[in-house]
Structure formats: C-alpha cells, structure tokens
C-alpha cells in the first residue's frame, strides 16, 4: 500500500468534485471541509490537529484570496497544501551538529519501533556525507539486541562499541559514557547511541533513557517511532517528551502506512520537527522528510524534486553525456542499454518512482501490477549475449537466439520481443535527438501538434483532431479545450502539454519496454 494511501484517495476525489465549479459558495466549501475532517479522521490523525486543521482551511477558503481567484477550486486545493505543510512541520529540519566534535546522537522510543535499524540507516547516510559514525550499544535489556545493532553496523560498514554482552548484563549508562570516550579518542566524528525500549511506557525505561541523556549530553535526541501506529503515537511521544524530551522525530516503517495519523499528528502535538522517514527494510530506504514534499504527495501532486535528487545521486553526469553522444550518433548499443538499467535499478523500487510522479494516485493497481523482476529478466538476456551480438543485434540469427534464451532461462519469443523493443527504443531515442517528436507504440506522437501526423500519415487522424462533433454540448466544449491544449509546441520538461499524466497504456508500454509484455 502506497504511503497515505487511503487519505491520499479520499482528499483527491475532494477536490476532484470541487473542481466542476466555477464558483465556491460557503455550502461547498462547508462540503469541502466536512469531507476533509472525515478523512483525517479516517486517517487516525488526533483530534485537535483535525479541528484546528479544519478550522484554518474554512477560514481561508471563505476569505477573499479564494472569492478573488481566477479558478477557485484550485486556490482551495493550494490553501489545504499550505495547511499540510504548516501541520508536518512547515520547513525541512536538518541534523544539527557539535561545533567540537564528536556529535552525539541519542536513539529512543519504544520495542519494535525501529530504533536499531534507523541506526544503521542513519550511520549508513553519514559515511556517505563523509562522516565517521561509531554505534553504541547500549539496549542491553532486550535478547540479542547487541548481536542485531553488530550485525547491522557490519551491513552499513561502520564501527562499533560493543563492550557488553547485553541479555540483561552491563551498565548502559557506563557503556554510553565510555562510547563517547572511545570516539573521542578514536577520531570518530559522530556517536550513535542505541538506547532499550519497552513493549510499553514505563518508569523504569524513562529513568534509563533520562540518565544516558545526562551522562552523554547529547547535540540530537531523536525520538523513533511507528509510523504505522497512528493516533496512539501522540500519545507516547507526549511520554517521552515529557520523561526525556526530544530534538527531533524520525518516522519509521512509513512505507507500511497507509492512513498517515501518526505523520499528521506528532509534528503538530509536540512541536518538534521530523527529520527522518525510513521508507523500507533495506539500510538505504531512508529519505529526509520534507513537509513541503509530503504534503504534495498526500494530495497527489507528485514528487518531482525528490526524483530528480534521486537521479543525481546515482547517474554519473559524464557517462550520462557519453550515451547521449551515442543516441545522436546512432551508435547507441544493448550494452549502453544495460549500463542504463543498472543505473535505474540503482535509484530504487522503480514503483516508487513512478508513485512520485504527478497523478499517479488514479493509476494505484497499475502500478501495484507492475511486475519489477522484468528487469532482472532483461538483464539476463543481454548478459546472455556476446559483447559482439550486443553491439550489433542484427547478427542474431535463430541458433544465437535460442542459445541467449537458453543460457537466460527464457524463450526465444522473450528474445525476440527484447530485440525488437530495443530497435523501437532507439528509433524513438534518435528522433528525439535530432529534434523531433518520437512517435511512441500504442501513444501516438508525443507532444506534437496533431496536424503532424495528420500531413504523413492522411486524413483520419486529420478528422479526428479537427475538433468533437459530440450532441453534447459540455462534452463538445471539453473536447475542443483538449486540442487546443494539445496544440501546445511543449512544457518546460519538452513534453507537451496536453499529456500531463500517464494513461494505463504508457505504463503497459513501459513494462514492455523493460520485459515481457
């Protein structure tokens, strides 16, 4: 289930219905408004942030910004994102560092929140900041909680302090204490310290947590919680920030939820900032939260910036440059062609990536489908092949092709198939290049204007793009609009601006271009 889900659906056919007004009266906007407090109810989210939330949005909406708007409807839909924004936290905290080193950070929260795979996430993303973070275990309570932060410290490649058995034996106020030390000594510029937890809030957990906090001093303590929770995790952040007190929330298993109480309400009850969302079990799926980007997220409006984060961390600018060199050139290969999946598999769960893209929302089950091992498949066809065949696919004759298909577990159909995409993909990569409009199988021409193909190809596209004939007169209206947006020359993004969003055919083609079809 995508993250906010349910709240992401219900708010989008909010405004969806709102949309087909030219003109908001208070009825509507009480409408609106009504139907936003059922789904952040729905959501789990507390209910003071609701009614406060509620509240601000009506006030707005019945002010003269909305009466004084050219399209009412989405000055609506921009005063409910600014009030996410403001609910999430408003503006991106970063980890806030010692100016004498080492940087003490503090883990807590309750058993099972995550706090120990948050640590090895966490120390995962500084080594690449180019930090030098130390683990310290100091949940010596729980069974084998100092043999999972071990294992986990060694998936992550940073050091550890370890020096007790933990399962109930050691002091872990000595062992935080002597953590620190052994930094300082060692030259390590961050500490990491890994507190115990309990099933519930209790005393005894808080005196623990509240005495390493006094021992180690520490610059953050970030408060670890489930995301998955929901409201119930107002409650137990008011614990801890009340027993130990906090400096920051980190958000976990927030790929798991799917209604968003506990994101909605934590910032907003506590006051203090979420700096982390770990969005998955591997020690890379850990973002910084963006309120700005959450909140257009939950109202369907894309993540592009994140995207585009993601694609520079992982694509090399030079090699980048190389293959575009190619694509103009026409010598682009299969092997070009697979360095470039590779660096796609790099930047993640490419249902992820396409769940950030602007309204995709409406298209949950097609992305659900999307079957991800189709490019491993790929993948093993082409290293199925000769560097000699991947160069040049047109040596591949019948016996070539049922060897690949042999040696990759697949059909020669697959085979086929895969070559025959490849050629498509590169004929479409050539004419963009050259400053054309590639004409996309089972999509038509993207972004052109429709008397393009109507001059190559004859009179029946030509027909069909000239304007609707629909009795209906509202139909009719609509349809003519749509062309005329179609005739766009393109957006920003050299696409054109008629096609905003992808159709169920695009992503079917895309799962074709990648695998089997």
Excluded: W, Y
Aim: proline letters at 4%; hydrophobic letters at 40%.
């Amino acid at each position: 289930m995508a993250t906010f889900g349910t709240l992401s659906d219900r708010l989008t056919e909010t405004f969806r219905n709102l949309r087909t007004k030219g003109k908001l009266t208070p009825a509507d906007v009480d409408g609106t408004v009504r139907e936003i407090r059922r789904a952040l109810l729905d959501a789990d989210v507390a209910l003071t942030v609701v009614k406060d939330f509620t509240a601000k949005v009506r006030e707005r909406a019945l002010g003269d910004e909305v009466n004084r708007a050219l399209n009412p409807a989405q000055q609506v839909v921009q005063i409910v994102n600014e009030e996410l924004v403001a609910i999430l936290g408003g503006q991106q905290r970063r980890l806030e560092f010692a100016k004498n080193p080492p940087t003490v950070i503090m883990l807590a929260g309750l058993q099972g929140s995550g706090k120990t795979t948050f640590a090895g996430k966490l120390a995962k993303r500084l080594e690449k900041d180019g930090h030098t973070p130390l683990l310290v275990a100091c949940d010596l309570q729980r069974p084998n909680a100092v043999n999972q932060l071990q294992v986990v410290a060694e998936r992550a490649g940073a050091a550890i302090f370890a020096p007790e058995p933990g399962n109930g034996v050691g002091d872990p106020v000595a062992v935080a204490r002597a953590g620190v030390e052994t930094a300082r000594r060692q030259q390590h510029d961050v500490v990491i310290i890994d507190t115990a937890g309990r099933l519930g809030v209790d005393a005894e957990l808080m005196k623990q947590a509240a005495d390493i906090r006094t021992a180690t001093r520490p610059d953050e303590v970030l408060f670890v919680i489930d995301a998955m929770i929901g409201q119930d995790a107002v409650n137990t952040a008011k614990a801890f920030q009340d027993g130990v007190d906090f400096t920051g929330v980190v958000l976990s298993k927030l790929d798991g939820d799917a209604r968003g109480g506990a994101a909605l309400s934590v910032a907003s009850v506590t006051g203090r900032p979420i700096i982390f969302a770990s969005t998955g079990e591997g020690l890379d799926d850990l973002e910084p939260f963006h309120p700005d980007r959450m909140a257009s997220r939950i109202l369907d409006l894309g993540d592009i910036l994140t995207l585009i984060e993601q694609a520079q961390q992982t694509f090399d600018e030079e090699e980048a440059r190389k293959v575009a060199d190619k694509i103009a050139t026409e010598q682009f290969t299969l092997e070009d062609f697979l360095e470039q999946m590779q660096q796609f598999k790099k930047m993640g769960s490419m249902k992820k990536m396409l769940g950030m893209l602007p309204g995709m929302g409406q298209m949950k089950q097609q992305i659900d489908d999307f079957d991800e091992r189709e490019i491993d498949r790929t993948e093993a066809i082409i290293r199925s092949m000769t560097p000699g065949e991947r160069r040049n696919p047109k040596v591949l004759n019948g016996s070539r092709r049922l060897r690949i298909a042999r040696g990759s577990g697949m059909t020669v159909t697959d085979v086929n198939q895969l070559v025959q995409r490849f050629d498509q993909a590169a004929k479409m990569m050539k004419t963009v290049a050259r400053g054309g409009v590639p004409n996309v199988p089972g999509m038509g021409p993207m972004g052109g204007k429709p008397g393009a193909s109507a001059k190559r190809g004859g009179g029946k596209n030509s027909k069909k793009k000239s304007g609707s004939r629909s009795g209906n007169p509202a139909k009719r209206a609509a349809e003519n609009a749509g062309v005329a947006a179609s005739e766009a020359t393109g957006s920003g993004f050299g696409l054109g601006a008629g096609r905003d969003m992808p159709s169920e055919a695009d992503l079917a083609e895309l799962q074709k271009m990648l695998g089997k079809g």
